[in-house]
């Protein structure tokens, strides 16, 4: 009796190929969701307090994929800085070269400000650091050092041309830049602080500060 022909096992399908990209874009995306639960937790108990473990499971991710990203928790905070405040400073720096009047300068500034940190998460960021710079030395030296001192030299040269244009009189501004700073900071800090109180309109009160700044010179 012939015996029946045996019929080749159906070949098993292959996987779909990953799409070119994908797996670097996964990576991004991981890294993504780590920085964002790491700034909702540092922002909920503060640097000291916060864990990763704690991050690892807002961002739905092990623990140990947060160390193929980043060496420490410190680490994990340096990166916050880096990608969400340095690229600001670079584009602060840009507009600070353009060749207009200083006061539509600094009413870029301001746009920018209000526009891209507060009204975003990157205001958390400063003030976190705020906070917790204090304590933390190494974490206020580096934001020191990637941002703040960008931003200081970048508004001294801004002021500096402003009188050599007859812009504005005096030299108070260029010895002491933080103090265009500081209202943008206040803004932040009120924000936190007493905004369910007295809500703060930010941008009115950058662009006062501009007309106390600029007031000597539209003075008749």
């Keep these: 009796m012939q015996k029946p022909e045996r ?4 070949a098993k399908p292959k996987p779909p190929r990953e799409r070119p990209g994908a797996r670097a874009e996964k990576a991004a995306a991981r ?3 780590i920085l964002t639960a790491a700034l909702d937790e540092f922002s909920a108990k503060g640097f000291a307090a916060a864990r990763l473990d704690d991050v690892a499971r807002r961002a739905e991710v ?12 410190e680490a994990l905070f340096q990166e916050l800085i880096r990608s969400e ?3 600001l400073v670079g584009k602060l720096e840009t507009i600070a070269r353009i060749d207009l009047p200083t006061r539509t300068i600094a009413e870029r500034i301001v746009d920018v400000f209000v526009d891209e940190v507060f009204g975003t998460r990157r205001k958390d960021v400063i003030r976190l650091i705020i906070s917790e710079g204090p304590r933390f030395p190494q974490i206020a030296e580096f934001h020191y050092r990637a941002v703040v001192s960008r ?3 970048a508004l001294r040269g801004v002021v500096q041309h402003a009188i ?5 009189d005096g030299d108070a501004l260029v010895r002491f830049p933080q103090l265009m700073m500081a ?3 206040l803004g932040i800090v009120w924000n936190g602080l007493f ?3 007295e809500p703060l309109d930010v941008r009115s009160l950058l662009r006062a500060h501009l007309d106390l700044v600029f007031a000597e010179r539209r003075a008749p």
Excluded at 7 to 10: G, I, S, Y
Excluded at 164 to 168: A, N, S
């Design 183 to 185: 209202p943008a900071l």
């Design 85 to 87: 405040l340095v690229p």
């Design 164 to 168: 050599e244009r007859g812009e504005l």
């Design 31 to 33: 890294r993504d969701a």
């Design 62 to 73: 092990a623990k140990g994929t947060i160390y193929l990203h980043f060496r420490d928790k």
């Design 7 to 10: 019929k080749p096992p159906a």
């Design 195 to 197: 905004d369910r109180f």
């Design 151 to 153: 931003a200081i030299a």
